[in-house]
């Protein structure tokens, strides 16, 4: 029988993305957190509840023709509710999500980064950040396909939601499950999460939700916070892309330049090796001619 693996081990790091092949391998059970949009009362609990517990700072806030707190995410705010009004069968609907980090299997933030260890993958999914090792160069804000890092211009730092890590490490559920009065979010295994929500879109169904559909993108190998859509046919309404990727911005450019660098440095000692060879054999020549030469002049002497 194989030993359990620590769920916090690490499983890559960033600048280092290949997958250690024993964690992944090991009996390490990925976490997940399900949002059931079908169930959520937008009232923000989770969003105080995340200020809370990460001892985020107080943002000013103004009324911008919305029921949102903010207009998006920042820095200090890891978590927020987005409200987008919406006619769906002759009638008005607020479309509710919950917009945080989605904790990708395959996270396009740590493959974009360039700096050693600033994000890591733990071995049961959750990506973090460490701040101590990042160098503020916001390539992780142009791998993310859904726009989630914040760069903070005053500590030159990038933050974003830890799934709440420290309580997870601790065997608790995030802040944000916990503080939900509709019990609209909740954290397990993936593989229970993953029943659960499939069991919610089928009761969505045959509440006449025939579009409904569970939100756990393949492009991205899956997320480590899947939501339950109701109308899975608008997902850009809910401000979700359809098919998110990974995408590897300014350092797959400067991946490209490396690998087109190293082409040109093999080809450039090669040219070399082969002009010293070949002018080289004619120096000789020419010096073993000049030679013979000489020697003919001193025997007619």
């Not at 959520?40 to 990460?54: D, F, L, T």
């Not at 899956?222 to 359809?242: E, F, I, N, S, W």
């Not at 098919?243 to 090669?270: D, E, F, I, Q, Y």
Request: hydrophobic letters at 35%; glycine letters at 10%; proline letters at 7%.
């Amino acid at each position: 029988m194989s030993t359990p693996l620590d769920p916090l081990a690490i499983r890559r790091i960033s600048a280092s993305p290949s997958p250690n092949p024993s964690i992944r391998n090991g009996n390490v059970p990925a976490v997940a957190k399900l949002v059931d949009i079908g169930l959520c009362i937008g009232c923000k609990a989770c969003e105080v509840a995340c200020k809370e517990w990460n001892d985020l700072g107080v943002e000013d806030t103004y009324n911008f023709g919305s029921y949102q707190s903010h207009k998006a995410l920042t820095p200090n705010t890891w978590d927020l509710m987005l409200f987008n009004e919406v006619e769906i069968n002759g009638g008005l609907q607020w479309l509710i999500r919950k917009d945080s980090c989605l904790h990708c299997d395959e996270p396009g933030c740590l493959l974009a980064c360039p700096a050693p260890g600033a994000i890591v993958q733990y071995a049961n999914g959750i990506v973090d950040f460490n701040q101590d090792k990042c160098i503020g160069c916001q390539y992780c804000l142009v791998g993310c396909p859904f726009d989630i890092p914040k760069y903070d211009p005053k500590s030159q730092k990038v933050y974003k939601c830890t799934l709440c890590v420290d309580r997870v490490g601790a065997g608790l559920e995030p802040a944000c499950a916990k503080a939900c009065p509709t019990a609209a979010i909740k954290f397990g295994t993936k593989d229970d999460m993953l029943a659960e929500g499939k069991a919610s879109v089928d009761r969505l169904k045959q509440r006449g939700f025939v579009n409904a559909t569970l939100y756990d993108p393949p492009g991205v190998g899956g997320t480590h916070m899947m939501y339950v859509v109701p109308h899975g046919d608008r997902l850009a309404d809910y401000q979700l892309p359809t098919n998110p990727t990974p995408r590897r911005g300014g350092l797959g450019v400067l991946g490209a330049w490396k690998w087109a660098g190293a082409g040109l440095l093999w080809a450039g000692t090669v040219g070399l090796a082969v002009h010293f060879i070949r002018f080289r054999g004619a120096r000789i020549d020419a010096i073993k001619a000049r030679e013979r030469e000489l020697e003919e002049q001193e025997g007619r002497r």
